[in-house]
């Protein structure tokens, strides 16, 4: 079993800035895809960001260039530096990780493994 144990949420203001950790405790993590989600109450999760073992990214459309993910496989983390947050996201983010090897952009994340979720809330 995976474990994923995000931090760093919190309350900030429009325009602010927050970084989001995600430690896993698995073995061998550099080879697996990681990920961050999002879900507002009543709606569907969505994929914020993610990275494959090799360090290719991806980024929703409303994130990109404000958003960053990497990780650091010395200390099996992953991150999501956020800038310029806007109050509608305002939501619950989550750290996901693949159950698959090795898996490119495309193939990435289906059926991860899940965090618990930190909250994210930016005031206008």
């Known amino acids: 079993q995976v474990q994923l144990v995000e931090s760093g949420g919190g309350l900030v203001q429009a325009g602010g800035s927050l970084r989001l950790s995600c430690a896993a405790s698995?073995?061998?993590?550099?080879?697996?895809?990681m990920g961050w989600y999002r879900q507002a109450p009543g709606k569907q999760r969505e994929l914020v960001a993610g990275?494959?073992?090799?360090?290719?990214?991806k980024y929703a459309d409303s994130v990109k260039g404000r958003f960053t993910i990497s990780r650091d496989n010395a200390k099996n983390t992953v991150y999501l530096q956020m800038s310029s947050l806007k109050p509608e996201e305002t939501d619950v983010y989550y750290c996901?990780?693949?159950?698959?090897?090795?898996?490119?952009?495309?193939?990435?994340?289906?059926?991860?493994?899940w965090g618990q979720g930190t909250q994210v809330t930016v005031s206008s």
């Open positions: 996901a990780a693949d159950r698959n090897p090795i898996r490119t952009i495309t193939t990435m994340l289906t059926n991860p493994y």
């Open positions: 698995r073995r061998n993590f550099s080879i697996y895809a």
């Open positions: 990275i494959t073992s090799a360090g290719s990214t």
